[in-house]
């Protein structure tokens, strides 16, 4: 079975300061993207940073930057200078890419719940 | 570009009725994936369509079902509701097979 799982469910940060939330999946396939997903009180799911599993170097996008070990199966989001607006429930998924070319679909931790405060 | 669109926002309905949920891509997306999001249960996908072809199903029941219009426009549809269907519908379109996928707002269905 594939899975996420994401060991925090709750995480809270002093503004400014930098956090990281944990992510470990399961899969048997060799292929595959990973995401870091981000919905606020809005419910609004914002896509946060996105890891090709062939790539070796971490992505990064500004503030957000990822940790992946591929081989330990983890892919952690670390968040500097956190702001009032990270707060969020931060999702974990990854989905396959499959042979052929089809991929399967997104499967998604339980989520972390961030609270950043003032 | 508009985003990811989802008619209606909100939705109650009581047991035993139908319901259809409507979703519109970002434009030129041809693939439209939908998630049901509860407190529970997390987040589970439902059911995947590219170019009006179901190419992936989740673990649901046959009540709910889905299609995807020649302009990519994509309908959910639940019969015979039961109060656990009450959940958050979310709907993410993506341009191809290996893009990632972009959600709408989602729609609020509550079952009483």
């Known amino acids: 079975a594939q899975t996420v799982t994401q060991s925090q469910p709750e995480m809270s940060v002093q503004e400014a300061e930098t956090v990281t939330l944990s992510c470990t999946y399961d899969?048997?396939?060799?292929?595959?993207?990973l995401f870091w997903y981000k919905q606020p009180p809005s419910r609004q799911m914002i896509l946060v940073i996105r890891?090709?599993?062939?790539?070796?170097q971490n992505a990064t996008e500004n503030r957000f930057s990822v940790n992946f070990q591929k081989a330990a199966k983890s892919f952690s989001l670390k968040i500097s200078d956190s702001q009032l607006g990270d707060t969020a429930m931060y999702f974990c998924?990854?989905?396959?890419?499959?042979?052929?070319?089809?991929?399967?679909?997104?499967?998604f931790g339980k989520g972390t719940k961030l609270s950043v405060k003032p | 570009k508009a985003g990811v669109t989802q008619t209606p926002r909100y939705l109650i309905k009581t047991r035993g009725q139908q319901v259809t949920l409507s979703c519109s891509p970002i434009s030129g997306h041809r693939s439209v994936s939908w998630y049901q999001q509860t407190p529970g249960q997390g987040l589970q996908f439902l059911f995947e369509?590219?170019?009006?072809?179901?190419?992936n199903k989740g673990n649901f029941p046959g009540r709910f079902s889905g299609r995807q219009f020649s302009n990519s426009r994509s309908e959910m549809n639940v019969s015979t509701l039961e109060l656990g269907d009450s959940a958050l519908y979310l709907c993410?379109?993506?341009?191809?097979?290996?893009?990632?996928?972009?959600f709408g707002p989602g729609t609020r269905l509550t079952v009483l």
């Open positions: 998924a990854f989905i396959p890419y499959l042979y052929g070319g089809s991929q399967g679909n997104l499967i």
């Open positions: 890891q090709e599993a062939y790539k070796q």
């Open positions: 369509y590219f170019s009006e072809t179901q190419r």
């Open positions: 899969t048997s396939e060799s292929n595959y993207y």
């Open positions: 993410a379109s993506s341009f191809s097979q290996i893009n990632e996928q972009f």
